[in-house]
């Protein structure tokens, strides 16, 4: 067993007695910040700009992609000298990020092809003749997942910024010899590779049982649930219904609500596409994001009441169809509320206006216009919708709740599957960049 040393930093512990350490600012030969540069036209081809949204976090390197979705900008020949990337550059994310996920994650550039970079990030050029870029990028990596990274941070109204300056002066990086470096480099290589190999094949289940889901829902809500059953041609997007079913424009069986609120008691309640209207803490809890808050000054008559068993027609329901409220209180005067005017299963409906057909439909209101066009009840009113008998509604609605849950367990333990697999991930390069493992 390898003698060790303290390292002298909290996060690291001991490591190995003969490796060396120093302030990361010393071992980079240049580092620049990125630029955005200007749009391209016909006349001019440009040139590849890597931006934020091309980093392949989990893989620590920039997304394989075809050509035809990078992004592309012109830049001048100065800046073409100054920002070009050369293969085992690190970028690291300056600004950006959020509270689940904060600033200041590094990548390597690994590709052959010409490329700048966008501004939001800062381009480091290790020194190969002290560390290696890859142990580098391995290191940093490390300082991100070990929580050092956000000590750093400078949040400002909208978006976090990373001293980076700071941080590579203050922060220490520890190292062995190049040829061990080599060697862990290639072993975490390695054995990351067999670990995202088995993420990606559990993620393409999940990919598959949601699939399953959305057809399972489609095939209930727009067939039914017994598959003899006499059918007839439909009006429009659902093709053939059972024999037995209504067709009736939604302004037949829903009417929208112009309630307007005006109790202070009633609480703030928020449309999502994921989790429906539900209120302000259960929507900054479940969502991660700031809710616009009521203050006293806020003109309650303005704002919507919203009823449990009302939906909500929400500024982007035209991508993810209509919202169902299990709760009472009051919405913004921007969305439109609805409610039933004949009796039916509300569980039928929640999932009807989920269904990816009858979202298509609603997003065709919204065609050849500007992207995030409100849908407009009339348009909803005129459309026909399948009305089951009210006893198979609720048949539908409760057999779709109980196959949902079973996959949506599946899908869970599949994910908790995941989450373990990059818990194992983050324990195995920490062990072997610091020391405390040796690859033999």
Same mark, same amino acid.
């Given at each position: 067993?390898?003698?060790?040393?303290?390292?002298?930093?909290?996060?690291?512990?001991?490591?190995?007695?003969?490796?060396?350490?120093?302030?990361?600012?010393?071992?980079?030969?240049?580092?620049?910040?990125?630029?955005?540069?200007?749009?391209?036209?016909?006349?001019?081809?440009?040139?590849?700009?890597?931006?934020?949204?091309?980093?392949?976090?989990?893989?620590?390197?920039?997304?394989?992609?075809?050509?035809?979705?990078?992004?592309?900008?012109?830049?001048?020949?100065?800046?073409?000298?100054?920002?070009?990337?050369?293969?085992?550059?690190?970028?690291?994310?300056?600004?950006?990020?959020?509270?689940?996920?904060?600033?200041?994650?590094?990548?390597?550039?690994?590709?052959?092809?010409?490329?700048?970079?966008?501004?939001?990030?800062?381009?480091?050029?290790?020194?190969?003749?002290?560390?290696?870029?890859?142990?580098?990028?391995?290191?940093?990596?490390?300082?991100?997942?070990?929580?050092?990274?956000?000590?750093?941070?400078?949040?400002?109204?909208?978006?976090?910024?990373?001293?980076?300056?700071?941080?590579?002066?203050?922060?220490?990086?520890?190292?062995?010899?190049?040829?061990?470096?080599?060697?862990?480099?290639?072993?975490?290589?390695?054995?990351?590779?067999?670990?995202?190999?088995?993420?990606?094949?559990?993620?393409?289940?999940?990919?598959?049982?949601?699939?399953?889901?959305?057809?399972?829902?489609?095939?209930?809500?727009?067939?039914?649930?017994?598959?003899?059953?006499?059918?007839?041609?439909?009006?429009?997007?659902?093709?053939?219904?059972?024999?037995?079913?209504?067709?009736?424009?939604?302004?037949?069986?829903?009417?929208?609500?112009?309630?307007?609120?005006?109790?202070?008691?009633?609480?703030?309640?928020?449309?999502?596409?994921?989790? @429906?209207?539900?209120?302000?803490?259960? +929507? #900054?809890?479940? /969502? =991660?994001?700031?809710? $616009?808050?009521?203050?006293?000054?806020?003109?309650?008559?303005?704002?919507?009441?919203?009823?449990k068993g009302d939906y909500c027609i929400s500024l982007r329901s035209f991508q993810g169809g209509f919202e169902y409220s299990e709760y009472e209180g009051v919405v913004s005067p921007a969305y439109q509320v609805f409610y039933p005017i004949i009796t039916i299963a509300d569980g039928y409906y929640k999932y009807l206006f989920k269904e990816k057909s009858f979202i298509d439909v609603m997003n065709s209101y919204t065609m050849s216009l500007r992207d995030g066009k409100n849908i407009a009840f009339d348009d909803f009113g005129d459309t026909f919708i399948p009305v089951p008998p009210l006893d198979e509604q609720q048949e539908i609605a409760d057999y779709l709740d109980n196959k949902c849950a079973e996959i949506e367990?599946?899908?869970?333990?599949?994910?908790?599957?995941?989450?373990?697999?990059? @818990?194992?991930?983050?324990?195995?390069? +920490? #062990?072997?960049? /610091? =020391?405390?493992?040796? $690859?033999?």
């Open positions: 067993m390898r003698e060790m040393k303290d390292s002298g930093i909290s996060w690291v512990g001991e490591i190995p007695k003969e490796w060396n350490k120093r302030p990361i600012r010393s071992i980079i030969k240049s580092r620049v910040g990125g630029v955005w540069g200007d749009d391209i036209n016909d006349d001019i081809q440009g040139v590849v700009c890597i931006r934020i949204a091309d980093f392949d976090f989990s893989k620590r390197k920039i997304k394989d992609v075809s050509s035809d979705l990078l992004t592309y900008r012109l830049y001048n020949s100065i800046q073409i000298q100054k920002y070009s990337l050369q293969k085992n550059d690190i970028l690291i994310e300056k600004s950006g990020g959020g509270e689940k996920t904060p600033v200041g994650r590094a990548v390597l550039f690994d590709k052959n092809y010409k490329a700048l970079f966008a501004n939001f990030m800062d381009r480091i050029r290790i020194d190969d003749s002290i560390v290696l870029p890859l142990f580098a990028e391995y290191w940093l990596w490390n300082l991100y997942s070990c929580r050092v990274t956000p000590y750093y941070i400078n949040q400002t109204i909208g978006i976090q910024n990373i001293d980076l300056t700071f941080m590579l002066v203050k922060e220490k990086i520890c190292f062995p010899s190049l040829v061990e470096q080599q060697r862990i480099a290639e072993f975490l290589d390695r054995e990351c590779g067999k670990i995202d190999g088995l993420k990606a094949d559990i993620q393409a289940q999940i990919d598959t049982l949601e699939q399953y889901k959305r057809s399972v829902i489609t095939e209930a809500v727009t067939h039914g649930l017994n598959p003899s059953a006499p059918m007839k041609d439909s009006k429009v997007w659902y093709g053939q219904i059972p024999s037995e079913w209504k067709e009736l424009k939604g302004k037949y069986v829903f009417k929208q609500s112009n309630d307007r609120g005006n109790n202070v008691c009633l609480q703030l309640l928020s449309p999502t596409q994921k989790y @429906g209207v539900i209120p302000q803490d259960k +929507y #900054e809890e479940l /969502t =991660g994001m700031n809710a $616009v808050k009521l203050n006293g000054s806020t003109n309650y008559a303005l704002l919507k009441t919203i009823h367990q599946i899908i869970a333990d599949k994910k908790t599957q995941i989450e373990t697999l990059d @818990g194992y991930k983050k324990s195995l390069i +920490y #062990e072997y960049v /610091t =020391g405390k493992k040796e $690859v033999v």
